[in-house]
C-alpha cells in the first residue's frame, strides 16, 4: 500500500511559480510510474502530468505544456510538479496519483493510490 502526501500549495500572483512536491511511503516506489491531477471547484478532475518509472518519459496536458515540468528522485521517493507561468485558471486542487508499473499514463482510472491534495490559488 502506498502513501502520498502533496506540500507546497498556496497563494500566487498570476506569471508567478510553484513547486509542488509529493512523498511517498513504499519502498519500492522507483517501480511505480506517477502522475498529477487537478481538481477545480465544480469540475471533474483532470490530468496534468504524468512521469514514468525512471523519469525519463513525460507527458503533460495541452493546457500546462511548456508551463510545468514532472520530475522525480527515486532515491527520496519524491515525485514533483515544476509550476511556472502560472494562470488564475491553474486554480486548484493538485493531486499526486501513483500506480506500480512502467510506461505512462493519462486517465484516472490508471491509478490506484492518490494523495490527499494540496490547493494551488493564482490571483489574477
Known amino acids: 500500500q502506498v502513501q502520498l502526501v502533496e506540500s507546497g500549495g498556496g497563494l500566487v500572483q498570476a506569471g508567478g511559480s510553484l513547486r509542488l512536491s509529493c512523498a511517498a511511503s513504499?519502498?519500492?516506489?522507483?517501480?511505480?510510474?506517477a502522475g498529477w491531477f487537478r481538481e477545480a471547484p465544480g469540475k471533474e478532475r483532470e490530468f496534468v502530468a504524468t512521469i514514468n518509472w525512471s523519469g525519463d518519459s513525460t507527458y503533460y496536458a495541452d493546457s500546462v505544456k511548456g508551463r510545468f515540468t514532472a520530475s522525480r528522485d527515486n532515491a527520496k521517493k519524491m515525485v514533483y510538479l515544476q509550476m511556472n507561468s502560472l494562470k488564475p485558471e491553474d486554480t486548484a486542487v493538485y493531486f499526486c496519483?501513483?500506480?506500480?508499473?512502467?510506461?505512462?499514463?493519462?486517465?484516472?482510472?490508471?491509478?490506484?493510490?492518490w494523495g490527499q491534495g494540496t490547493q494551488v490559488t493564482v490571483s489574477s
Open positions: 513504499e519502498r519500492t516506489f522507483p517501480g511505480y510510474f
Open positions: 496519483a501513483a500506480e506500480y508499473g512502467r510506461g505512462i499514463r493519462t486517465r484516472r482510472t490508471d491509478y490506484s493510490y
